[in-house]
């Protein structure tokens, strides 16, 4: 067994802070995506274009230089908007935005426009009789979504979503970077006290592989559910 | 030149941020981003080429060993592969004494080191999937030629394969230069790390990262562009007739 030198339960603390920024993000990305996918088919001329631009700029410039202008740029602008708020309106609150919440919201809007674009191609997928046939029975828009567009479009977002997650995963890494404690932080860390690069670098990443795994189960049993009624494809 | 200098200082007159000096640094750090992308899409491009024809291969101990490399470098961040290569090869005891060190020494290899193998082991893949969807006829033509295996290779697997992976490549040479950013972590001064410099100077987040992004936006497009021509030039053939 290998000594970790005593960093053993911090690593793991630091698993489950990649794990559940992992989660989190992936939550906030379907959602955005979501409503991107809705924006950009929409007949509305402007949300489509806002769609649009949104996807572009956000897929055309890496994660990292994202992450720092939301990281450090959030807070001076909560400061502006706060400080503006006290001078016009005699407001006074302050707000200290969390390093946590901030790594989900950035990773969150990154990945957001790539589902979105996911989820676009797979709500074009999804037959057109299938929405006629649902009109036909007179289903409210809600309802037609709920039980119709979303449980068909998944089918074909899956193989998209379970890639996007797989590189979000990896992106968690970054927000060691701008100082979230998840545990490439306490790997990189320890080597530094240590000495010791191996010992903490590749559990680490083993974790990630390990993680990717499961995932890729996980993945493969959803897709197995979806795609009842499809036979084998 | 006189008058571009003249026009840049009459443009940056009125503001702190943006002197003669930062750009210079944004300058500088594009030079390096350049060269650190391009050398490891140039060198992963030469190590997939054999790779991916290996990863094709029937013969098990010549295909699980290059999965295996592929799984675990396209399965880990690539800031820990970074680390790993960055460190290991700082704090291995003796590499400082060995003539190693006169080229280690600089962060600048152990990065290239670092993203040249996470490429290569994109690319493989890539082009694993490129030759995996040969068409059929075309070998069993090949075959009947009497071509040898290398001769069928280079004659019709690859080129067709190599047209095929195109559009994915080009996936993979953008999504290179986002990754290449966090070469900054290890004190490469790249675009990121010039933009970094700035911000911590000047404590101004926006103007450093805004108009680094808007620099990564428009190579980003440049790539796009060029391999959007590249298709339309080398993927002609595939497009419906009209």
Request: charged content about 15%.
């Amino acid at each position: 067994m290998i000594d970790l030198q005593g960093y053993g339960p911090r690593l793991l603390q630091g698993a489950w802070v990649t794990i559940e920024l992992g989660l989190l993000s992936l939550l906030l990305s379907i959602i955005l995506g979501l409503l991107t996918a809705t924006a950009k088919m929409s007949r509305s001329w402007i949300a489509h274009r806002l769609g649009t631009l949104y996807t572009t700029l956000i897929r055309g410039v890496p994660d990292l230089v994202l992450m720092m202008l939301l990281f450090f740029g959030g807070q001076i602008g909560v400061n502006m908007i706060t400080d503006w708020l006290y001078y016009q309106f005699d407001i006074d609150i302050f707000i200290n935005i969390n390093e946590f919440v901030a790594g989900v919201v950035t990773i969150g809007l990154i990945f957001g426009a790539y589902m979105g674009e996911t989820f676009r191609g797979a709500f074009l997928a999804v037959d057109s009789g299938q929405i006629e046939a649902a009109r036909a029975y007179g289903m409210s828009e809600s309802l037609m979504f709920r039980r119709v567009r979303f449980p068909q479009m998944m089918r074909h977002a899956l193989p998209g979503l379970s890639n996007n997650w797989m590189v979000l995963l990896k992106t968690t890494a970054l927000v060691s970077v701008i100082g979230l404690t998840d545990m490439v932080r306490v790997a990189e860390e320890a080597t530094k006290a240590t000495h010791e690069p191996f010992t903490f670098l590749i559990p680490v990443a083993v974790i990630y592989l390990l993680i990717a795994s499961v995932s890729e189960w996980g993945f493969a049993r959803l897709q197995k559910r979806y795609n009842v009624g499809f036979g084998e494809s | 030149m006189e008058q571009l200098n003249a026009w840049f200082t009459r443009l940056l007159a009125d503001n702190e941020i943006f002197t003669a000096q930062t750009i210079g640094y944004y300058a500088h750090g594009l030079a390096n981003t350049a060269q650190l992308v391009l050398l490891s899409l140039l060198i992963g491009l030469m190590l997939a080429v054999p790779l991916a024809i290996g990863r094709s291969s029937s013969r098990p101990w010549v295909k699980w060993p290059i999965f295996l490399y592929t799984y675990v470098f396209r399965g880990t961040p690539l800031l820990i592969q970074l680390y790993i290569i960055y460190y290991g090869v700082v704090f291995v005891d003796g590499i400082q004494d060995t003539w190693l060190w006169l080229i280690l020494e600089k962060p600048f290899y152990p990065a290239l080191i670092a993203f040249t193998l996470n490429t290569a082991a994109y690319t493989t893949e890539i082009f694993r999937g490129a030759i995996k969807a040969t068409p059929k006829g075309e070998i069993e033509a090949a075959r009947a030629y009497g071509m040898s295996q290398a001769k069928m290779l280079r004659r019709i697997v690859l080129p067709s394969a190599f047209r095929r992976a195109l559009p994915a490549y080009g996936n993979e040479v953008i999504f290179m230069l986002h990754a290449s950013a966090i070469a900054s972590v290890v004190t490469i001064m790249d675009l990121t790390g010039a933009a970094r410099f700035v911000y911590a100077r000047f404590y101004a987040p926006f103007d450093a990262f805004l108009f680094v992004a808007a620099i990564y936006l428009c190579l980003t497009f440049g790539i796009l562009y060029l391999f959007r021509y590249l298709e339309k030039r080398l993927l002609a053939h595939l497009k419906p007739q009209t």
